[in-house]
């Protein structure tokens, strides 16, 4: 579990729709909520400057856009960040709006740790480069599994361009003065309203498809994991759905409870960087889990260290290229 951040004053309302929040320590808002965006055009989760984030959601009291800042004297990773919300869902939104920017996360024990010591020198450079960047927790089950069940066995390129369609065609408009093209995601009944045209025209094939409606058939017990503790007993609950393994529960948990070990094993990149980063030469998902087995229990923050270092696999291999699924 990630051992929570305690600030150093509660975070406080400052107006009506507005909480400003001393997030104790440094924050990078920009790489903590980046990790929930699909490119710059991203109709739900927009970084506009690094201490400048819009997030779209719906909350159970409805829609809400919000608005994530800096504020006040001191350095700017250690500002206060105040958060501005519109729409039904805003005084909801703004209870939980710390944990999405990493409120409930800290790296203060793995930095004291033996295991934070025997990391790589460039690793433990790029945390001393990037310390404002925390691990978010949103709650959000349904959204981010839909999310990651499109980026299923295709490209990053293919799976934004598909969310980015079936969202603005599927949602609403987001509530109060939220950038254009932002949108609220659907909801359960939208997402299983989709026709079987519209998945099509997104360049989703039809096992992806199918498992986002069983997803959106199972929203409300996905939803009540939100705030399910992050353990052994939350993979099985979510990897009980047809069509969620062990790469997809990775990709939603990080997210959704700030989990810093799950790895995504099964993904087309990931094994093979961090791999040659350990042992220069390509390996597998089973010689990734051996290499980043002294860091168990922190194996993810160990993954977003190795991302925030610039490390780059040499290119060997020819690229994965999309395929058109909209005439099968």
């Known amino acids: ?46 970084v506009l400057a690094p201490d400048l984030v819009w997030v779209v959601a719906r909350t159970p009291a409805g829609p809400v856009s919000a608005c994530f800042s800096r504020t006040g004297p001191g350095g700017p990773l250690r500002r206060p960040v105040r958060v501005r919300a519109w729409g039904p869902g805003a005084a909801e939104f703004l209870a939980e709006a710390p944990r999405w920017a990493g409120a409930e ?28 960047l925390r691990l978010p927790s949103t709650g959000r089950v349904l959204d ?3 999310v990651s069940v499109l980026e299923q066995r295709v490209t990053v390129r293919e799976a934004v361009a598909a969310h980015r369609l079936l969202v603005r065609r599927h949602g609403e408009p987001a509530p109060g003065p939220a950038p254009d093209g932002m949108r609220v995601p659907p909801t359960a009944e939208a997402w299983r309203a989709v026709p079987v045209w519209e998945w099509h025209r997104a360049g989703v094939d039809g096992a992806r498809a199918a498992t986002v409606r069983r997803v959106a058939e199972r929203a409300p017990a996905l939803e009540r994991l939100g705030g399910a503790p992050l353990d052994a007993q939350l993979h099985r609950a979510l990897r009980s759905v047809p069509g969620l393994g062990p790469w997809t529960v990775a990709e939603i948990v990080q997210c959704t409870h700030g989990d810093p070990d799950s790895v995504s094993v099964f993904d087309f990149h990931l094994a093979s960087s961090v791999c040659w980063f350990f042992d220069r030469r390509t390996g597998d998902d089973r010689r990734m889990l051996e290499l980043l087995e002294p860091w168990r229990g922190d194996r993810q923050r160990v993954v977003r260290l190795l991302r925030a270092s610039g490390f780059r696999k040499p290119s060997f291999a020819p690229r994965l290229h999309p395929e058109d699924h909209r005439r099968r």
């Open 1 to 46: 579990m990630p051992t929570p951040a305690a600030p150093s004053a509660p975070p406080r309302p400052v107006a009506d729709g507005e909480l400003v929040w001393d997030p104790a320590g440094p924050l990078h808002l920009g790489q903590t909520l980046g990790v929930l965006a699909r490119g710059a055009g991203d109709p739900v989760v927009r």
């Open 105 to 132: 996360d800290s790296w203060v024990r793995f930095e004291a740790s033996d295991a934070f010591r025997a990391l790589p020198h460039p690793l433990r450079a790029a945390r001393h480069h990037h310390p404002g």
């Open 144 to 146: 981010r599994a839909v």
